[in-house]
């Protein structure tokens, strides 16, 4: 219930908001975001962490009975992290906007909120239909606030966004598609439960099964996003208006992952584990290559918006990784990259709303101008440089960890099930460990220009009517919360780790019980696919080997545990 | 404490009792982050006063008067203070099953020993920066000291951390404060650039380090100390090791050193990662002595000395480590001989020390590594802290050329005779702290067996001669002789008062005005330096001098360190008769050192540690005495002054102009070559920084012409098909109304048709 | 069933007329608005001419409603009524402002959707 509140208060708002006058938009809307806020607060507080199972908080009610399709909402850990997070970049989207959005405010609020619902809708949907709709819905918003309210390209930006990633998703409605008229083959009636057609999914064979994963893949990796398919997000990133490039790197990537997270793996498992080293390779080219791109920007928020490809790498690498430390750490991550990349978003739009550009060629050396900007600048660099102590570093030394975990360790102490990356393992986590170097480059360097070094301000600049030369009161205490969120993430992240704990070892059952603990997968992949291994898959679910590797013993433990 | 029990057997089981520490332990670590906060608080409430000196230095204070008590109750034992959990999950209830860190603290002797120099130097340097900074009062005072409390902080947790991820928590969290703090100037481009190098320089070395911690993981099941060196595992590779059986250890266990060790090179500044060190000297010099020359710095050493079971196992690490330190030792002196910045020449000193330490760690004697540690932690901070002040009274002029007779101005003789005794120890002078250190690292490399250690040993001593002449280089040319000089280019120096004269003046500083400065050199008064900075000095010249009486306590175990690390972890297993039997040598009692080891190891080592035929350990004394010797000689003859003590040394009137001047020129580009660094940075500018540019580049074109290029060739495919059906749509309203008229025609004449 | 009740239907007065003359006259009619809309450039006529079209086949349908006794027919020819009320307010405003536009009822001169 609480959950339908949470998707319910922002359209009510939203609604305020469009009936009543244009002064009092903006303060609608952070009522109901703070109102938001605190319904989310209720609903951490009535959880059970220490459960598995996406059905807590839940709320059904029958909506196309024909179809089996119902409006259907609940909550596992991971979900319910993720709408926190949606939640509380909520009041600090619309905060932060307060100075930076002076025209048709109505229209921006609203849909601002419209957005949050969507958001929220997307992470506790239990019902496939519902999750697509949500999922599909945070285009419009996100398009009318790139189009009316972004930069001077806004319409290409806009236009490119809403047709790249709704290509994508169409791709991934056929995927589900498939897999929801398998279950009609198989059970005889209609339903879009995502429990009941996981089990489904689970039980085709190994070339349906990649062409399911190919199929979700294609949504998801775009809204990553994932190497190939990023350039969309550069663009959408540096024309979007502050708030929006917020809510895009600081949630709507995240609906990638989850979606990896919620669907790939546990709809594919059995080619999860055959495709998982192409998956690592192109989230690696990712981290390093868009790293390196980075370097090369002279616009700091396009920089920050590779950066934002470079990070989501780790993610996707942590999650292909399909083992407990390399999961927790992409969950986390999807987290924590919302923390410090939404945080130094926030902080260009300041710099941006003072002196209307972005450029570093223009403006530099800014530390002795803005200290309260340039201390609350460095620190969310390195929150995203990764330090320890800040909350960076807690997820991507575990998608680090998990990735090198699942290498060719069979047999060793720390290594229970799946050696998903093979021989490569090693050599994966080695080479997105170049990663971590080459964010040090990108973001010292921007760093250095823009707040060490002479002070250098563009020549027509002239104080802003508004603002104070430094951070105001309402930009501080904005930037507080995620900063205190940074470090308490960074210094005590072990209650996230249990939390997601149950629900992430479940998935990672899902698939590593498939897992022949065959440690040369990748070397003998287009053999396998010759073969007709799909069926060894399904064989092995549930089987006992006494003749197989200890790590096959590993894994059946755990799935035994995990249910 | 026990005695030695040098059987082979006995070591490689060597339980390792972990207790729990007292809570009061995490005062160590607590208080220098209280500082961290009460000082950002400052900040907040825009503190324009010394305020945060004094909190830091009273909270650094207590957290070494805690160290101390520690020190008094806790020696001899491995004690484990947990303060909260930190990285927690587990999938399983088996071994190896969880990945834990906690928040947590071990306490053994060599943390301790660590510990007792970091927090007593960084609270004297703390003293000493209350002065030295407060030209900046009220501007970036505040901000120095919050870096400076969360760097002994950060130490802390690298240097107490009770797991691996703590230590790289700490090992980044240096490099963070470091990166702040040499960026201090940060108007200075210079020293953004400085910064900059330092951080990325450091975090490919933390690569290295992130994948030794997760091979160990992977290996071993955990992360805590007190676990790994529990581990049976860990003590059957010892066992087989030490059996001779090197070959039974895993290839992955052997490589975690391999790869802790390029860690240790970063942090530490050994080649070939060490070119971020010099450039270090950027940040203000009580940062340079307590960061980049006594405590960080040694981080690596810390770490190999903590993880030297872990190294053991590996037959390429120790060897790999002895060779880098020892070549970066001849290094950097080589390069330290051709600098004229008197810090710069300490910066290259350190690195090359830091070579030193390296080299003994890795030898087979790991106390004489850390004894090294210790010393030079004292005279080195003394030496830069005495650079420092020069540096601070002589707006900011660095140069030796330009600097000459401070011994005889008045306010300068504290700053001399640290200088001096600073200078003796780090040449190598019999009988000070450094000459003891530096002759157990150099009498072990002729001990140790393989490898061709004699020829590092020859290095070794080859490099104490450089190290003797470039160390009193800078002590002749600028302490020595006529009273010259030239006060510094205030925009270049540190003591940079100019991005805020107003504010500067407003200050007021009593006793000396800044004003001078502006007046150009006719004008000029260097300002000695006032008592905290002279008390620090003396207090450090007295410390430095006491060093050496280290080597005297409980000389069975060779020294005080020795005693320190025969209950810890960098206790080395495989020598531990072996280090005794150096020992026997300091009193001369022969019989009562036999009397300890009487295995058949022993001999065999002996066996290979000659040197000329003699015991190193008996003779190393007299050799490397006389090439210290030679090397302060020779520095006195080419840059001494006239009428020095004996005549016949040195003839040099004038500040810029002595005898080495036309040595350089005769072997002229080989010095030149030097004092531009060996062309290394630029080499690595060329070799590395500028084609990664270029690939960044070429990544940026890919991907803005064939990535993106190719979406849109996607998206312009609609748009292609659009175009070929254009011409049809003429705009004439009656074009339209036919066109659908004939196409009902044509349905209509079809279904006619179809139907007949 | 069907045919005979609506052959008997149809009043005897008028049994001369068959469905097959009315389908006549709206074909007529409908082939008249056609030729008038294509060859016309008066955009009054033209709008005219679609109005002409309309009732053609709005007589079709009671034709064939009358012819089966079916009133969805019916129905529907009110709807099209109604909606060709509206449509001829509309055009007509809309007629007008074009005139303002170009002072001409030339139907040829608007051609902005040419390709």
Known sequence: MVLLLLIVIPLICAGLIVFNPREQAKYIAAGGSLVSVVFGVVALAAFNWSQGGMDQLTFTTPWVPALGLNFDIGADAVSLLLIALTILLGPICVIGSFTAVVENQKTFYAWLLILQSAMVGVFCARDLVLFYICFEFTLIPMYILIAMFGSSNRRKASTKFFLYTFTGSVIALAGFAYVAWQHSVFTGEWSFNMAALGETARALNASQQAWVLLALMAGFAVKVPLFPVHTWLPLAHTEAPTAGSVILAGVLLKLGTYGVYKFALPFAPAAVLDYAPFMAVLAIIGIVYAGLICWVQTDIKKLVAYSSVSHLGFCMLGLFAVNSVGVTGSVLYMISHGFSTGALFLMIGMMYERYHTRSMKEVSGLGSKMPVWSTFMVFFVMASVGLPGLNGFVSEIMCLFGTFQSGPWTGQAGVTPGATFGMLGPVFAAFAGTGMIVAAIYLLYMTGKIVWGPTREPDDHHAHEVLPTDLSAREIGVLLPLAAGCLVFGLYPAPLMKAVEAPVNDTVAYVQSLNTGDTGRVMVWTAAHEDDHGSDHNADHGDTHTDEHAQDEHSEDHSGEGH | ?756 | MMTTLAQSGFPEAMSSLTLFHYLFISAVMFTLGLIGFVTRRNLIVMFLCTEMMFQASGIALIAFSRFYLEYTGQVFVIFVLTVAAAEAAMALALVVLLFRRHETLDGSVWSLLKG
Request: aromatic fraction near 14%.
């Open chain 2, 1 to 756: 404490m026990t005695s030695i029990s040098p059987t082979l057997a006995s070591m490689a089981d060597t339980a390792l009792h972990v207790g729990s520490a007292p809570a009061w332990v995490l005062a160590i670590p607590l208080l220098p982050m209280l500082a961290v906060v009460l000082n950002t608080f400052s900040a907040i409430f825009r503190v324009k006063t010394k305020l945060p000196a004094w909190i830091t230095i009273a909270c650094l204070a207590g957290s070494f008067l805690a160290t101390a008590f520690a020190f008094m109750t806790l020696s001899g034992q491995t004690n484990v203070a947990t303060g909260w959990k930190w990285f927690d999950l587990s999938w399983g209830a088996g071994q190896g099953q969880q990945f834990i860190a906690d928040f947590g603290f071990y306490i053994d002797n060599l943390t301790l020993l660590w510990m007792l120099f970091v927090t007593g130097l960084a609270t004297l340097i703390a003293v000493y920066a209350s002065e030295y900074m407060e030209h900046d009062v009220g501007k970036g005072y505040t901000r120095f000291f919050v870096a400076f409390g969360l760097f002994v902080f950060s130490m802390t947790c690298l240097v107490m951390g009770d797991n691996m991820l703590m230590l790289y928590l700490g090992w980044e969290g240096v490099g963070l404060c470091s990166y702040l703090l040499i960026g201090y100037f940060y108007k200075k481009p210079a020293a953004v650039a400085a910064a900059k190098k330092a951080f990325i320089v450091n975090r490919i070395g933390d690569l290295g380090l992130a994948i030794g911690v997760m091979l160990t993981f992977v290996h071993f099941g955990t992360l805590e100390y007190a676990q790994l060196f529990q581990s049976e595992q860990l003590a059957g590779y010892i066992a087989a090791v030490l059996e001779g059986r090197a070959g039974d250890v895993p290839l992955m266990a052997q490589l975690i050193a391999v790869f802790l060790m390029i860690g240790a090179f970063g942090k530490s500044a050994q080649f070939p990662l060490y070119v971020w060190l010099p450039d270090a000297m950027e940040g203000p010099t009580p940062v340079s002595a307590l960061i980049h020359a006594a405590t960080m710095v040694t981080a690596g050493v810390y770490l190999i000395a903590r993880m030297l079971p872990v190294f053991l196992l590996s037959e390429w690490a120790l060897p790999v480590v002895a060779w880098v330190g020892t070549f970066t030792a001849l290094l950097a002196a080589t390069i330290g001989m051709a600098q004229f910045d008197i810090k710069r020449i300490m910066a290259y000193s350190t690195v090359s020390q830091l070579g030193y330490m390296f080299a003994g760690i890795a030898m087979l004697s790991s106390v004489g590594g850390v004894y090294h540690v210790v010393t030079h932690a004292f005279f080195k901070a003394l030496l830069f802290l005495c650079c420092g002040a020069v540096m601070h009274g002589f707006a900011g002029q660095l140069d030796l050329r330009k600097l000459s007779g401070l011994w005889h101005m008045k306010g300068w003789r504290v700053v001399s005779v640290g200088m001096l005794v600073g200078c003796l120890n780090l040449a190598g002078v019999p009988f000070t702290a450094g000459f003891f250190s530096k002759d157990m690292i150099i009498a072990e490399a002729f001990v140790t067996p393989g490898y061709g250690y004699s020829l590092l040993g020859w290095t070794l001593l080859f490099t104490a001669g450089l190290t003797a002449y470039y160390t009193f280089r800078v002590f002749f040319r600028v302490f020595t002789g006529p009273v010259q000089y030239e006060p510094g280019d205030e925009h270049h120096g540190e003591d940079d008062h100019s991005h805020d004269h107003a504010q500067d003046d407003a200050h007021g500083h009593d006793g000396h005005s800044h004003e001078d400065h502006a007046h150009g050199h006719d004008h000029f008064h260097p300002h000695p330096p006032r008592f905290a900075i002279n008390f620090v000095l003396a207090t450090l010249s007295v410390l430095a001098v006491l060093a050496a009486g280290l080597y005297f306590v409980s000389p069975e175990k060779h020294g005080w360190v020795g005693d320190m690390l025969e209950e810890s972890t960098a206790h080395n297993l495989y020598t531990a008769d072996h280090s005794a039997a150096a020992m026997f040598l300091i009193d001369g009692d022969a019989h009562a050192a036999h009397d300890t080891h009487a295995d058949a190891a022993h001999g065999e080592h002996a066996a290979h540690g000659s040197i000329l035929g003699f015991n190193p350990h008996e003779v190393m004394y007299y050799i490397s005495a006389i090439f210290g010797l030679t090397g302060i000689g020779l520095a006195a003859y080419l840059h001494g002054p006239r009428g020095m003590v004996s005549g016949f040394l040195g003839n040099r009137v004038e500040a810029g102009k002595c005898r080495m001047d036309a040595v350089a020129k005769a072997f002229d580009p080989i010095p030149r070559w030097a004092e531009n660094k060996w062309y290394v940075d630029e080499f690595y500018h060329f070799l590395f920084v500028r084609p990664l540019w270029v690939v960044s580049y070429i990544f940026q074109t890919i991907d803005k012409l064939l990535v993106d290029g190719l979406v849109n060739l996607f998206g312009y495919l609609p748009r292609l098909l659009g175009r070929g059906a254009q011409p049809g749509q003429s705009g004439v309203l009656h074009g339209y109304a036919l066109s659908m008229a004939g196409g009902v025609g044509v349905i209509l004449f079809i279904v006619v048709l179809v139907t007949l």
